[in-house]
């Protein structure tokens, strides 16, 4: 599975977008893009994947750039529940591949 | 809301106790995983399943042993615990080809 690089920490102002960065230079053609985030140690949740198209659900918009080394997931109207640590992840859809996670980023929304 | 199920959610212990932590999911998931995180740090993947009787050790080195012989259920045993196994272990499962994993909430454990 293909390493993902995000920053160790970003600060949003309630109400504003999140923008959270990721970099997968190393992606190959059948790895999709994840993104999970992790509320103060309890298990992670799913948010969102794409494989080359954007994608927005209720939580969130994937934007992958065209060449999909780079992906951008934005929480339109942060709230202060949306304080949480959000991990990047690469993946095939291979049966046999597992979830990896990195050291993601930490997102502190402040009033 | 994901149907996956840890117990207990905190346990603290005495060293060299013998001590298995319970992971349940009422999905028919084939795959099921257990994970590490120390406080702050990265998840690590200490072993996985594909179904039953079937087990494999993860990226991440550990003491403990697993069992499938239940497809819902994926049980984590340490046979003499230690202060080192102080850590918070996360149970996730997944279907075949999934797009997804569903994590439990977790049991945090601490060895004194």
């Known amino acids: 599975d293909a390493k993902t690089t995000q920053p160790p920490s970003m600060d949003c102002a309630e109400g504003r977008a999140a923008n959270l960065p990721c970099n997968h230079s190393?992606?190959?053609?059948?790895?999709?893009v994840y993104w999970y985030r992790q509320i103060h140690s309890q298990g992670p949740q799913y948010i969102i994947h794409?494989?080359?198209n954007n994608e927005t659900n209720e939580m969130a918009s994937l934007i992958i750039t065209e060449d999909r080394k780079s992906s951008t997931l934005i929480l339109p109207h942060a709230t202060l529940r949306d304080t949480a640590v959000y991990y990047c992840?690469?993946?095939?859809?291979?049966?046999?591949?597992?979830?990896?996670f990195g050291s993601g980023t930490k997102l502190n929304v402040k009033p | 809301e994901a149907d996956i199920y840890q117990t207990p959610r905190y346990l603290v212990i005495g060293t060299g106790k013998k001590i298995t932590l319970e992971c349940s999911q009422t999905?028919?998931?084939?795959?099921m995983y257990w994970y590490q995180q120390d406080p702050g740090m990265e998840l690590h993947l200490i072993h996985y399943?594909?179904?039953?009787?079937?087990?494999e050790k993860g990226d991440l080195s550990s003491e403990s042993t697993v069992s499938r012989i239940r497809t819902e259920h994926f049980p984590l045993t340490l046979e003499s615990a230690r202060p080192s196994h102080t850590s918070q272990y996360l149970c996730?499962?997944?279907?075949?080809?999934?797009?997804?994993?569903?994590f439990g909430q977790g049991t945090r454990l601490t060895v004194v």
């Open positions: 996730a499962s997944s279907t075949m080809g999934s797009t997804e994993a569903f």
């Open positions: 190393t992606i190959s053609g059948n790895e999709y």
């Open positions: 794409g494989l080359k």
């Open positions: 992840i690469v993946r095939s859809s291979n049966n046999f591949n597992k979830f990896y």
């Open positions: 999905m028919g998931h084939d795959k």
């Open positions: 399943s594909y179904g039953v009787n079937s087990t």
